[in-house]
């Protein structure tokens, strides 16, 4: 089980969109829609932004949506906003009741 | 309202063993479908899966760090995890977070606020 791929950092400019990906393998990102993200501000714990791929839980903006193909998982976040200046994280579960995060993903706005 | 909070010590010496609480309220463990899961997060590094504790008992562990992992459920609405022959690089945050296959499937939808716990002689 190992830690699923995303870049080092993103950035973008206020009001427009990033996408941050997420590359797995058949065995979790390739074969289960279970995919969740995860925004985590320095010195805090990490909120849900999207889960089962591409559903929002209640109280996050419709600028921040997820994707999928294949064995990679996509966060979108359009009209940038200063305060989603973040890191980012997604997860997967990986068969046998467990699951795996991500390396993270810096995204600065610009 | 669903809190978790962690406790624990904040430091442990090389080679013992460390024994963190998840206290929360708000939910019950034995609901079907819920869960409650570690995370853990070294220095300026990235979240790492440490174990999960299901409504029906059953428990899984992160493969690379099985062998040191023990979760279990108290019954008193707390969750505790122990970790066994400590290394400085176990230093890091600690988080207790909570699960609930029929609302968000596979993720964690709340977390509580963690805990630093650093290694070191």
């Known amino acids: 089980q190992s830690a699923l791929t995303q870049p080092r950092s993103v950035s973008g400019s206020l009001g427009q969109s990033v996408t941050i990906s997420c590359t797995g393998t058949?065995?979790?990102?390739?074969?289960?829609?279970?995919v969740s993200w995860y925004q985590q501000h320095p010195g805090k714990a990490p909120k849900l932004m999207i889960y089962?791929?591409?559903k929002r839980p209640s109280g996050v903006p419709d600028r921040f949506s997820g994707s999928k193909s294949g064995n990679t998982a996509s966060l979108t976040i359009s009209g940038l906003q200063a305060e989603d200046e973040a890191d980012y994280y997604c997860?997967?579960?990986?068969?046998?009741?467990?699951?795996?995060f991500g390396g993270g993903t810096k995204l600065t706005v610009l | 309202q669903i809190t978790l909070k962690e406790s624990g010590p904040t430091l442990v010496k090389p080679t013992q063993t460390l024994t963190l609480t998840c206290t929360f309220s708000?939910?019950?463990?034995?609901?079907?479908?819920?869960?409650v899961g570690w995370i853990r997060q070294p220095p300026g590094k990235a979240l790492e899966w440490l174990a999960l504790?299901?409504?029906?008992?059953?428990k899984r562990y992160s493969p690379s760090l099985k062998s040191r992992l023990t979760i279990k459920d108290t019954s008193e609405n707390q969750v505790v995890l122990t970790m066994t022959n400590m290394d400085p690089v176990d230093t890091g945050t600690y988080y207790c977070?909570?699960?609930?296959?029929?609302?968000?499937?596979?993720?964690?939808?709340?977390w509580g606020q963690g805990t630093l716990v650093t290694v070191s002689s």
């Open positions: 977070a909570h699960r609930d296959y029929y609302d968000s499937r596979w993720s964690f939808d709340y």
């Open positions: 504790i299901y409504w029906d008992a059953d």
């Open positions: 058949s065995s979790d990102v390739g074969a289960y829609n279970y």
């Open positions: 997860c997967s579960y990986a068969g046998s009741y467990t699951v795996v």
């Open positions: 089962d791929v591409n």
């Open positions: 708000g939910f019950s463990l034995s609901t079907s479908g819920v869960g």
